[in-house]
């Protein structure tokens, strides 16, 4: 095999898996406003300018660690999970852990340490969540075409009937903020 063609066929293997991976957004998809604001975990440098994060949006590499501020002013997220039976990790904000048995979310830094959130279905189920822990990437969130909303497992059993959901089944939910003395659980 020729030096240039090893190279081109490396780069359309790359391109395949791209295209494979992340496949064309749905034909409900919205848009996701690419100048949205960038926060990152303390000690990283926030990328709240619109050329670094354009930047870091085209280099992926870029953006482990970081994650979107930008709430949709349609409220749709996608949903996804994180945590479960042994993973006893504390969350970023410190109140409880993350072993998918109460109603939690990450996004505290679209809404705040501790603030309920309202996640509901477009069929109308809904649960609202505690928002503990900080994400996800905003790496997910450019391969998904979409803001993710990363929930517990039992969140997504209320919602779905399932434990576990990646951001490729483009489950869609909205998510809007709510009083902090709204019971936490599946809506009444």
């Not at 090893?6 to 100048?35: F, K, M, N, Q």
């Not at 905003?138 to 909303?149: F, G, K, L, S």
């Not at 483009?170 to 809007?176: G, I, W």
Request: glycine letters at 12%; proline letters at 6%.
């Amino acid at each position: 095999m020729s030096p240039r063609f090893g190279r081109w066929s490396a780069l359309l293997a790359v391109c395949g898996i791209g295209l494979w991976a992340c496949g064309e957004p749905p034909d409900d998809a919205e848009t996701w406003d690419e100048s949205a604001e960038v926060d990152a975990e303390p000690g990283l440098s926030t990328g709240t300018g619109l050329d670094e994060y354009e930047s870091m949006m085209q280099d992926l590499t870029g953006c482990q660690g970081r994650a979107s501020t930008y709430i949709p002013p349609s409220g749709r997220f996608y949903l996804t999970t994180f945590g479960g039976p042994g993973d006893g990790g504390r969350m970023s904000c410190g109140s409880n852990t993350r072993n998918g048995t109460w109603y939690y979310a990450a996004s505290r830094q679209r809404y705040g340490c501790g603030s309920h959130v309202k996640i509901t279905t477009p069929s109308g189920r809904c649960v609202v969540a505690q928002t503990d822990d900080y994400g996800p990437d905003v790496c997910v969130e450019r391969a998904a075409n979409r803001p993710i909303i990363d929930v517990a497992p039992v969140v997504a059993r209320a919602l779905f009937g399932v434990s576990a959901v990646g951001w490729s089944e483009h489950r869609s939910v909205y998510v809007k903020k709510v009083s902090a003395s709204t019971r936490l659980g599946p809506c009444r």
